[in-house]
């Protein structure tokens, strides 16, 4: 796989004694730390990647948090309150690993709002009931989880780190979806009829989540020659579905995919192709609500340069009353 990275051979003449250095402590699962020398195009990647990761947290509050105000209880509004904070909680652990790669969260966050960074794509899609909250939980957490706990084992200590708290609150995450699903399922004509209804707009983008198929990704071998993805996009996409598949049973819903079939000599379940026009589309600026997310993104960020600009004042009187004591 390093011949992907570099050159040819690891051990050839042609690679520096850094590379041969880097690559024997990958080959030895030893974490790569900050202070570490490593390969200009890991850093890039692990910028690129570790950036999209914190932006899709950000951005993926707003289509539940527009249902705050709208929960169906008390209890629900409180659960979904706690589980947008996660999301605030996770993009900040993300961009506090990217700046140990160098990088300032002004220039992240400038990239996003300008466009040229990218968040998952399933986040441009509306929420229109109740149900597609849980929706989001049960099939959009689930497959995050699915991305990210591999990622607990990344070569890159900050991120890896990062992970493990992050993955226990996405847990948390998805079982929340789920019992909203298992509640609608388990009710009236009307309410699982909207369960369904939110099952067959999200699976499919869903499946997107872990990107384009392993022969057209462009960074999946690399990411996966350095450690920092552990598996491929396709072994990810096909475990989700072997996982949610008996789920989506247990609720007496059903897989919006008439090619879905068990193989029994794979051992695997079979699904439909993806359409992976809709999937370039969206990244591309070009979903239903890929305006309307970045538009409200940009304009919460501008709205709140006063109290950023507040800290900064109070973090510079701090720094001179410390630096007259001193003197």
């Known amino acids: ?51 999209q990761h914190a932006h899709s947290e950000i951005v993926g509050q707003l289509p539940e948090a527009n249902w705050i105000s709208r929960a169906p209880t008390l209890e629900r509004k409180a659960i979904l309150i706690a589980k947008v904070q996660d999301e605030a909680g996770h993009g900040l652990y993300l961009y506090c690993a990217a700046e140990t790669l160098g990088v300032s969260r002004e220039q992240l966050l400038d990239q996003l709002h300008t466009g040229k960074a990218k968040y998952s794509s399933i986040f441009n899609y509306p929420t229109l009931t109740w149900a597609d909250v849980g929706a989001i939980g049960w099939l959009v957490d689930g497959a995050a989880i699915m991305n990210q706990v591999p990622l607990q084992r990344c070569s890159y200590g900050p991120y890896s780190r990062a992970m493990i708290r992050i993955c226990k609150e996405e847990s948390f995450h998805q079982r929340q979806g789920f019992d909203i699903m298992a509640k609608l399922a388990a009710g009236t004509a009307e309410q699982k009829a909207m369960a369904q209804d939110a099952l067959n707009r999200w699976w499919w983008p869903s ?63 079979d699904f439909g192709a993806i359409d992976w026009d809709e999937f370039y589309r969206v990244i591309a600026g070009q979903g239903p609500c890929n305006k309307e997310r970045l538009d409200t993104r940009v304009k919460a960020h501008e709205d709140g340069a006063w109290y950023r600009e507040g800290l900064q004042a109070h973090a510079a009187k701090k720094a001179e009353r410390r630096r007259k004591a001193a003197a």
């Open 1 to 51: 796989m390093y011949a992907q990275m570099v050159k040819t051979d690891p051990r050839s003449a042609e690679i520096t004694p850094e590379e041969e250095a880097f690559q024997a402590r990958l080959d030895a699962d030893v974490k790569i730390e900050p202070k570490d020398w490593m390969p200009e195009g890991y850093r890039k990647t692990l910028v690129r990647q570790i950036s």
């Open 207 to 269: 499946l997107m989540m872990f990107g384009p198929p392993d022969a057209d990704s462009v960074h999946s071998a690399q990411s996966m020659a350095w450690k920092i993805k552990l598996n491929s996009n396709d072994e990810l996409r096909q475990r989700f579905v072997d996982q949610t598949v008996p789920q989506a049973r247990h609720l007496g819903l059903e897989i919006p995919d008439p090619d879905l079939r068990w193989n029994e000599e794979r051992g695997h379940y």
